[in-house]
């Protein structure tokens, strides 16, 4: 699976929109971007994935450039809840290797 | 529709005691995965395994760690003679079957709320 760059902090103010980007530049045809979050201690949480077109559920939002070398997540009204460590993770889905390979991620602190 | 379900949530064990670790996917999901996070650090993938197989056990530690996931029944980690290092959250993650039949597969992993275990 490719690897992935996030910056390891980002401060948002609530209501505002959080952008999270991740580069993933290395990403081959077939893998699909996933994004998850982890509320403290708390188990990690399924945000939203995609391939290659934009992405939108009832959590955020997901744009991914053209090349496919990187995304930004979008949260469009954060709130004091949305306080998490944020990992993009690539991978193929269906895979039988299963498995999620998380990297340090992003702490987005919303602040009040 | 119940999600995953692991147990203990907290468990407290003495220096060379063994630790029992279950974890109940959700309904209809024949894949279990089991990730370690240390105090203040990432999670470490440690485990996948489809029932009675263990499919990748590249993240499991080579001695004293075993993990489990029978026909019947939860899956099991089990850490033998623990050490105060062992000292973690442990989660477990699940997802359905792929290929033929299985329905939309969408990759995701479902997280149980993990296990606190503290090594005395």
């Known amino acids: 699976d490719a690897k992935t760059t996030q910056p390891p902090s980002m401060d948002c103010a609530e209501g505002r929109a959080a952008n999270l980007p991740c580069n993933h530049s290395?990403?081959?045809?077939?893998?699909?971007v996933y994004w998850y979050r982890q509320i403290h201690s708390q188990g990690p949480q399924y945000i939203i994935h995609?391939?290659?077109n934009n992405e939108t559920n009832e959590m955020a939002s997901l744009i991914i450039t053209e090349d496919r070398k990187s995304s930004t997540l979008i949260l469009p009204h954060a709130t004091l809840r949305d306080t998490a460590v944020y990992y993009c993770i690539v991978r193929v889905a269906s895979s039988n290797t299963g498995k999620l390979i998380f990297g340090q991620g992003t702490t987005l602190q919303v602040k009040p | 529709n119940a999600g995953v379900m692991q147990n203990p949530r907290h468990l407290v064990r003495r220096r060379g005691q063994e630790a029992r670790l279950r974890c109940s996917p959700m309904k209809g999901h024949s894949h279990v995965y089991w990730y370690r996070q240390l105090p203040e650090e990432g999670l470490k993938f440690m485990v996948y395994?489809?029932?009675?197989?263990?499919?990748?056990e590249s993240g499991m530690p080579k001695e004293r760690f075993s993990a489990e996931f029978p026909k019947e029944g939860p899956s099991i980690l089990r850490i033998q003679q623990v050490v105060r290092g062992d000292s973690a959250a442990y989660f477990c993650?699940?997802?359905?079957?792929?290929?033929?039949?299985?329905?939309?597969?969408?990759?995701?992993?479902?997280f149980g709320e993990g296990s606190r275990l503290t090594v005395l």
């Open positions: 290395t990403i081959s045809g077939n893998e699909y």
């Open positions: 395994l489809q029932k009675e197989n263990i499919i990748d």
């Open positions: 995609g391939l290659k």
């Open positions: 993650a699940s997802s359905p079957p792929t290929g033929r039949g299985a329905g939309k597969d969408t990759g995701e992993l479902f």
